[in-house]
């Protein structure tokens, strides 16, 4: 690598840009196509499950592009798709334009956020577990800067909420421009060096903490969709569900830079910080198991499942980059981004689906059971795989 390294503040300010800009876009999916383009929750449903699709086709080849082509070329195209995608929706966004800038939109996104996990693997300033910590505190933080002026923006229009994502997109590609290029190139392979392959039990290693990632979007995604119903049905208003999300928010800018603080010990210790948080994700749920649920046990169950997403989401990442060598690990970030897509994509029709055919209460259990079975086989798959 030549010339300037990219320094992190360049990465962080690149993430907060971007995940405020998507943040105008998802949370006003399902009600604009609902409410605003007059389709059924079913064509909703069915739109967003593709815009999933789309994103982890992003993300995979974003994560090929990156190792195999150019870094910096690739994170390019994936914010100019995303320009293109809002930009063609502040002037055309009835339907079915809607759905197909949307779908564009999830696979430019999908390219771009695998690009900035893959640039955090190049950032050698910082232990990579800081880095990933960091970068998840401002994604969050992008997420709730968008959710929290998306509402004063929309009384303008709905087309003044594409103008400002592509506003913010046009910014981020001039950061792009300005800083990624620097010091960045793909790793050359040459015809006799061939393809590398990570040794089976690394792959076996791998493979579960994925599973187990996906999993554990399946259970968050519940508290995206379904637990609004469940709050509802339950007495609660609609305003009460919103606090519960300012309440994570909260937490994870408070809790988030606290644990770079510990990172070399998290590090040394990256299988128990791991069991740890996904632990909590599955305790989380059992606070919604009362009779008579309350608003403290569902800030209670909020709490614990924020600890154990600040833990292990950016944990997996770091574990994964901790076990691939430097020609691959834009790939595996794209995978790692791929398998929480699918668990983003699947998740809230499982839940409906348990929901209908049997009850909320089953809904927990299963959330709580499925990520405990996944983490202990993960446990036991790296014991035997490190024993061989």
């Known amino acids: 690598m030549k010339g300037k390294k990219l320094s992190l503040s360049s990465l962080l300010l690149g993430s907060l840009i971007t995940n405020t800009g998507i943040s105008f876009i998802w949370p006003l999916t399902t009600i604009y196509m609902h409410e605003y383009l007059h389709e059924t929750l079913t064509t909703a449903s069915l739109v967003l499950l593709i815009n999933s699709a789309s994103t982890v086709l992003g993300n995979y080849i974003g994560g090929l592009l990156f190792d195999r082509w150019s870094p910096y070329k690739t994170m390019l195209i994936g914010i100019i798709i995303e320009i293109l995608s809002t930009g063609i929706l502040i002037f055309q966004n009835g339907w079915p334009i809607y759905a197909i800038m949307l779908?564009?939109?999830?696979?430019?996104?999908?390219?771009?956020?695998?690009?900035?996990?893959?640039?955090?693997?190049?950032?050698?300033?910082?232990?990579?577990?800081?880095?990933?910590?960091?970068?998840?505190?401002?994604?969050?933080?992008?997420?709730?800067?968008?959710?929290?002026?998306?509402?004063?923006?929309?009384?303008?229009?709905?087309?003044?909420i594409f103008l400002t994502a592509t506003i913010m997109f046009i910014f981020f590609m001039f950061i792009a421009m300005i800083y990624y290029k620097q010091g960045v190139s793909a790793p050359k392979r040459t015809a006799s060096s061939g393809r590398k392959h990570l040794p089976k039990q690394i792959r076996i290693q791998i493979i579960f903490i994925l599973i187990v990632f996906a999993i554990s979007w399946i259970d968050y995604e519940q508290w995206q969709s379904n637990i609004s119903t469940f709050m509802v049905s339950k007495g609660f208003t609609v305003q009460d569900y919103s606090y519960i999300w300012t309440f994570n928010a909260v937490l994870i800018v408070i809790f988030q830079p606290v644990l770079t603080y510990?990172?070399?010990?998290?590090y040394e210790h990256m299988i128990l910080r791991l069991n740890i948080g996904f632990i909590l994700f599955a305790v989380s749920f059992c606070f919604l198991l009362f009779t008579h649920v309350n608003y403290v046990h569902i800030l209670i169950s909020?709490?614990?499942?924020?600890?154990?997403?600040i833990l292990a989401i950016p944990g997996v990442a770091a574990y994964v980059n901790s076990k691939v060598p430097y020609e691959l690990r834009g790939e595996y970030q794209g995978i790692v981004n791929a398998s929480g897509s699918v668990g983003k994509a699947v998740g809230p029709l499982i839940g409906a689906q348990l929901i209908e055919r049997i009850s909320y209460s089953f809904l927990f259990i299963f959330c709580s059971i499925i990520i405990l079975i996944s983490i202990s086989?993960?446990?036991?798959?790296f014991h035997i795989s490190r024993n061989k």
């Open 103 to 160: 779908i564009a939109l999830g696979f430019g996104n999908g390219i771009e956020l695998t690009g900035i996990n893959a640039y955090a693997t190049l950032i050698t300033s910082r232990h990579p577990s800081y880095v990933f910590n960091m970068l998840y505190f401002t994604s969050n933080l992008g997420l709730v800067i968008g959710t929290l002026i998306v509402g004063l923006i929309l009384q303008f229009g709905i087309s003044y």
């Open 262 to 266: 510990f990172d070399d010990w998290l």
């Open 302 to 309: 909020m709490f614990i499942l924020t600890m154990g997403e």
């Open 377 to 381: 086989l993960f446990n036991i798959a």
